[in-house]
């Protein structure tokens, strides 16, 4: 596993703030473009980064300096799955609370749709009660 190691004197990061007051870095990884195997890749690696996090948070890294993001699947935008899944991903990173929580894409597929999704593997569903109980998590900051 490739290792960086930057220190706040080294670079900065532009950052932008937040309604909520926290500030969040300008910097993400996209695997849009990746190609095909980059989905099975990336939800290979959440495991591997949830072990990552641990290890740099025993290490000395407050987790209070990280500001770890995540996203709702789009097989997911349902409002009885919205808990499940967010529960799914803590686990997965070994975390007690992300800083952000997205919905990936604004449409619901089925499970087995392709990527991007073919004509009737788009379902209907209530974007409004999705962001409801993403809301939820939120305000009960939720905790596993």
Known sequence: MAQAMVTPEEHQTESFMLISGHTIPAVGLGTWRSGSQAPNAVFTAIVEVGHALKAAMQAGVDREDLFITSK???TDLSPDRVRTAFNNTLQEL???YLDLYLSHWPFRIKESARRPPNTGEVLDFDMEAVWR???KLAKEKLET
Do not use: K
Request: proline content about 0%; overall charge negative; aromatic content about 12%.
């Open 72 to 74: 709702l699947w789009c």
């Open 133 to 135: 109980e993403m809301e």
């Open 94 to 96: 070994q975390l007690d």
